[in-house]
């Protein structure tokens, strides 16, 4: 299935910024996170399709996957 | 000694006094608050002679501890009718308490129309007429001061706006590169304007350091509590390198990030005004995307950013700022953004009030959607100039939005919301509604938790929860608000529990005393009760605590999500 990756700040560096990417069914938020070896713990948001999510979502065709670091500002 | 100065403005004389006992334990937005409530008369108008101006360094101000360089500006504010605290970076507040003043205050108003500069040095404060700057705006004003007087001083200033006593005028502050930083909000620029003061100096020559208590007790803390700082992600890393306009990206994500006046919760050209754009331009043309707006900051939120070919624009280029000329104004184009950064410290104009009123002048067809060049051209041929448009505009979101028969005008109290969307963030609905500042987000910042996971989560789309969290970050700011710390201690602090019991031994160990995290956190309720109490004097009820309308009636995408939290339940926030 087809899933919209989209990666922020510095989870970008030798990656990307947004790609569409192909998983098997029943993927789920940290086994992209594995396949793109961003490290676990350095996560602060997941959203997908602009909720917030956990890494044990399962994710569904044509879902969007947000990933960020811990950032924050104001 | 500690000193509180009178500035009788009317009569043109000064008067020094010893702080009060009862004062001892305030600082910055605590004392600032107890002297407007106790002194000023809440029904006054907030540009007449009745009015006070108090400026006041935090308690820890002045010292080695990191991130201390802050204070505030209290008064009645002329925007939102309500008592007001700003705070400022810059390099004011750390000679202020070198030279041992806990509160300046200017009191009164000139009866005739000469203006006056003061000037704030280890032998008092004496005041003189001024003529060579009036009218001038900012950046001419800084090197005036540079030119007559000294580079050193420290200098709080009004551009035009603040001359001309607009709602958006704000009080400009030199900060370490000769730049300015900005007690934004609630047009605290024209109160000192109604005073025709154009400009403070402050000259830190023959002061002394702070005296601590317990000098090492107070290095023991500091260590702690700056390694809380940069051990933090947030405070350690995220700031530092992409500065607060990393948010543009994590809004628009989360759908609530206000887009064309607040019609929706997502801006399609998100990526070209984001945190990660700006940081690729900034290191593209050499600027600095990590920069300090006052000495001893860890952090680093600031940044210096370059044209193209290399030329100064702005610092202290902020979300906020961003976010309301980007998204809410539909400009695509962060070059032009930074422009306009500039031209607005230039004037002394709130970038919040004057970002969201411009939104509204577009909803009004005063200028079309998206038109950079022309909100340049309406600030520099209309709002400086102060021409009858320029004196609409000058009046901030609400004036121009009721100049043109309005209804989605995003104000709370008179003062422009800021840039998060309350219907898909509802945390910060609560805090907008409530806040005795009018809409604040800095006043209980739930976005921490609503969407950044700091401080732990709450669902930012349901009601459940939020007016706990708002409240609890509102009585938490106001305590940090007092102690001349950077807000964005916040972050560790919600997270690291050291970070604040360090503060509070360095505070001890400053003054001698023996304050708990309990007493800080009744200092934090006291504040919020002191204001809350100007403001029902002042006539504004729980019935001002609110919204405006078209948050209930209207809903945004991409949640499709209205405001739709209980009055009751909003009213239950003062329940402590």
Redo the contacts between chains.
Sequence with gaps: MQITV?L???F?EGRF?QADRDYPIGTTVANVVDDLAIVPS?I??I?V????AEMDYVLKENDAL?L??????? | MAKVIRVNMTDLTVRTEEAPAAWAGLGGRALTSTIVAEEVPPTCHPLGPNNKLVFAPGLLSGTAAANSGRFSAGAKSPLTGTIKESNSGGTSARLLSRLDIKALIFEGQPVGDAWYRVHVNKDGVTIEQETETLGKTNFAVLESVASRFSEDFGVLTIGPAGEQMMGIANISVRDTEGKLRSFGRGGLGAVMGSKKIKFITIDGDGSSPIKLADPNAFKAASMVFTKTLKDHPVSGQGLYTYGTAVLVNILHEAGGLPTKNFTSGQYEHHEKISGEKMYENITARGGEPSHGCSNGCVIQCSQVYKDTAGNYVTSGFEYETIWALGADCCIDDLDIIAEIDNVMDDLGVDSIETGVMFAVAMEAGILPWGDGKEIIRLLREEVQKATPLGRVLGGGTLAVGKAYGLTRIPVVKGQAIPAYDPRAVKGIGVTYATTTMGADHTAGYSIATNILNVGGKVDPLTNVGQVELSRNLQIATAAIDSTGLCLFIAFPALDIPECLGSAVDMINARYGIKLTMDDVIGLGKTVLKIEHEFNLKAGIGPEQDRLPEFFELESIAPHNVKWDMDQKELESFWNF
């Design positions: 989209k922020f700040a510095t970008r910024k350095e602060g948001m959203f399709k602009g909720r917030a947000a960020f670091p811990l950032l924050g500002g104001g």
